[in-house]
């Protein structure tokens, strides 16, 4: 085995292990022995992530990129009913990702927001791209731009992951807050391109 290869190997054996215990524990929880006690030598945990932040930026990486791979791949369109099928899909067959995800989103650690705000852009952009193909396809209103509607739309996702952060979700089981922000993400893009009020001659 050439010692390239061996050192992908060893460097995904600890992102696996790392993975688990990030999205079991939480960044706040999670213990590099904890990862360590996946087989790993801290030399050698060390040797390939100079900390546990370093380390956890990795995962995230890894899990945003995951999914952006996946919607890309199912072909999504402007077919919003599908993008959420997939984003539900994907968070079932990938518990701790799912987790792992949804910290980074909507409590990431203070520390590392900005880094975690640069890793999400492909993911963001993809989102963007699915609500500009929806708008393509619905005539705007009079004295609304295509522009209004973008920045609208990224106004109103980042005030809805933010209203995660709030006590009325802490006491919620993991389970429940991302079946919350789901179900809301989706009643949310749908207020979003087709209002709440039926219009009424007055």
Partial sequence: MKQEEKTERTRQKILSA?????????????????????????????????????????????????????????????DLQKYMEVRLRFFREHERQAHLFFEAILQPPEALRDKIAIQRRALDQLNLQLYETILDSLPLRDGITREDAVAYFSLMQNSFNTSFCSTAYSELSFTARMAAHEKGLKKLLDCILYGIAERRSL
């Fill in 18 to 78: 790392a993975m688990e215990e990030f999205g079991t524990n939480g960044y706040a929880g999670a213990s590099l022995n904890a990862v360590c006690g996946a087989g790993i030598s801290k030399g050698l945990l060390y040797h390939n992530f100079e900390s546990k932040d370093a380390l956890y930026l990795a995962c995230t990486a890894q899990c945003f990129d995951a999914l952006t791979q996946t919607l890309r791949a199912a072909e999504i369109g402007g």
